[in-house]
Nanobody, 120 residues
């Protein structure tokens, strides 16, 4: 069974930094696009950043210049470095991954989510 395990959330003051990690485990032939999404109370889940296996990245306009997504393909892990955090960044952050199973089928999976709270 393939799963994503996230870590690194917490409470931080505005202007501070946090680093989220998400490790994939299980029978994975290849990890393709990995990304981070977030969902604030009363709002829909939104894209934060994605990264391909080749390292191409995409960011939401609201986080450009403050957040950096990276990955370690050898560890099947994606990271999100969040700097200059703002109260509006408060949300549950979810890791997402597209992977190819050894059978050749492709799937998308989600992590369990990690809470990020930014105080004013």
């Amino acid at each position: 069974q393939v799963q994503l395990v996230e870590s690194g959330g917490g409470l931080v003051q505005a202007g501070g930094s946090l680093r989220l990690s998400c490790a994939a485990s299980g029978r994975i032939f290849s990890l393709n696009v990995m990304g981070w999404y977030r969902q604030a109370p009363g709002k829909e889940r939104e894209l934060v950043a994605t990264i391909t296996s080749g390292g191409s990245t995409k960011y939401a306009d609201s986080v450009k210049g403050r957040f950096t997504i990276s990955r370690d393909n050898a560890k099947n892990t994606v990271y999100l470095q969040m700097n200059s955090l703002k109260p509006e960044d408060t949300a549950v952050y979810y890791c997402n991954a597209e992977y190819t199973h050894y059978t050749g089928s492709s799937y998308k999976i989600w992590g369990q989510g990690t809470q990020v709270t930014v105080s004013p």
